[in-house]
């Protein structure tokens, strides 16, 4: 997608630009880092997976949301255990847990984003869990298509048949000797202090979005500022990304 390409994932092209470019490679996360997903689409994606676990497990609704959320803690994503344990369609799984026919309406432009997008020198590529369909819905809506050069859903974290998201070092690792690039030349910018924790070990640099945490973010607000630190800069908003390139090359 982008200025680049129109298709998934990376493709040869993209991968040829990048091992040309000296420039930074920027890796950013969609929800709660591009746009605030906390107020209404986490929680409707979270009812979601419930309903679905509970329909498809025959499990009450407690029983549901306690698995759910068991499943995230332990492997990074619901889908991989429901898909590692109950051998559900992770196709289907991803396209009944996102439904937002309303996009429209629960996405808010911001056009400080798009400006510093645009502005931000290096590649930039969209890295979520997220499935594609509704990473894409989410980045038109927020009009910020243009600015980037690639997109990542989970679809394509897939490694020999086996999901492997965020925060998974295998992935990460496997991503960098696809991108072609050094380490050091990528930024992973998010709001997971787990994910970033993930992308340091792989001396991956990282960026902490915090402005998010306020409104119920991946990380409690307390809990993100005293791991700040520990998980490299941080910003208030990804339209903040400019100001700190300095600190970066």
């Keep these: 997608m982008g200025r680049k390409r129109s298709g998934r994932g990376l493709g040869p092209r993209l991968g040829r630009a990048l091992v040309r470019s000296s420039a930074l490679v ?30 498809r497990l025959g499990v ?41 026919p309303d996009m429209h309406r629960i996405v808010d432009r911001d056009h400080g984003l798009r400006d510093a997008l645009r502005r931000l020198p290096g590649r930039k590529i969209v890295l979520t869990n997220g499935p594609n369909d509704y990473a894409r819905a989410v980045l038109g809506r ?24 965020k925060p998974s070092r295998s992935m990460l690792l496997k991503l960098l000797a696809r991108l072609r690039v050094p380490a050091s030349r990528c930024v992973l910018v998010e709001d997971s202090v787990a994910n970033l924790r993930a992308a340091r070990a792989c001396r991956v640099r990282t960026v902490l979005v ?7 973010g991946s990380e409690p607000a307390g809990r993100i500022a005293g791991r700040g630190r520990q998980v490299g800069l941080q910003v208030q908003s990804a339209a903040s990304l400019p100001r700190i390139v300095h600190k970066l090359v």
């Design 60 to 100: 009450d609704q407690a029983q549901a949301s306690e698995l759910r959320a068991n499943y995230w803690r332990r492997y990074g994503a619901t889908l991989l255990g429901m898909v590692r344990h109950h051998e559900v369609d992770a196709h289907e799984f991803l396209r009944e847990v996102h439904p937002f």
């Design 142 to 165: 927020l009009g910020i298509a243009a600015q980037l050069d690639g997109l990542l859903a989970i679809e394509s974290m897939q490694f020999a048949g086996r999901f492997l998201p």
């Design 210 to 216: 915090t402005g998010m945490a306020r409104h119920g």
């Design 26 to 55: 920027w890796l950013l996360d969609l929800d709660n880092t591009l746009h605030d997903a906390s107020a209404q689409i986490m929680p409707r994606i979270n009812l979601a997976m419930t309903d679905y676990v509970s329909r």
